[in-house]
C-alpha cells in the first residue's frame, strides 16, 4: 500500500517560515518524482514544486519561486518544503504527492499518488 503522510503544517504571520515534510512508503523515488501541490477553499488545485530525484533539479510554480525549496532524501523517502517569506495567499492546504515525471503538466493532470494534506494559515 502506498502512503504519503504529511507533518509540519501549523499558523504563521505573514513574512514568517514553516517546514513541511512528507515520509512515503510503499513506493520508491526510483518509480516516481515527489512533490507538492495546495488547493485553497473554492480555488484550483496549484502546483507548489516537484523535484527530479535522478537529477536534483527542481521546478517551482511561479507562485512560490524564490521563497520555497524543496528537497529530496531518496535513501530515507523523505521530502522537505522549505516555506520562507509567506503571505497570506500561501493559505491553503498542502498536499505531498508524486507523477511519472516532475513537471507542471504532470503535476496538474497525471498526479499518481498523494497524502491526505496539511493545513497552511498565513496571518496577515
Known amino acids: 500500500e502506498v502512503q504519503l503522510v504529511e507533518s509540519g503544517g501549523g499558523k504563521v504571520q505573514a513574512g514568517g517560515s514553516l517546514t513541511l515534510s512528507c515520509v512515503v512508503s510503499?513506493?520508491?523515488?526510483?518509480?516516481?518524482?515527489p512533490g507538492w501541490f495546495r488547493q485553497a477553499p473554492g480555488k484550483e488545485r496549484e502546483v507548489v514544486a516537484c523535484i527530479d530525484t535522478g537529477d536534483g533539479s527542481p521546478f517551482y510554480g511561479s507562485a512560490v519561486k524564490g521563497r520555497f525549496t524543496i528537497a529530496a532524501n531518496n535513501a530515507e523517502n523523505t521530502v522537505l518544503l522549505q516555506m520562507n517569506s509567506l503571505k497570506p495567499e500561501d493559505s491553503a492546504v498542502y498536499y505531498c504527492?508524486?507523477?511519472?515525471?516532475?513537471?507542471?503538466?504532470?503535476?496538474?493532470?497525471?498526479?499518481?499518488?498523494w497524502g491526505r494534506g496539511a493545513q497552511v494559515t498565513v496571518s496577515a
Open positions: 510503499g513506493i520508491t523515488f526510483a518509480d516516481y518524482k
Open positions: 504527492a508524486g507523477a511519472e515525471l516532475c513537471s507542471a503538466t504532470y503535476y496538474y493532470t497525471k498526479l499518481e499518488y
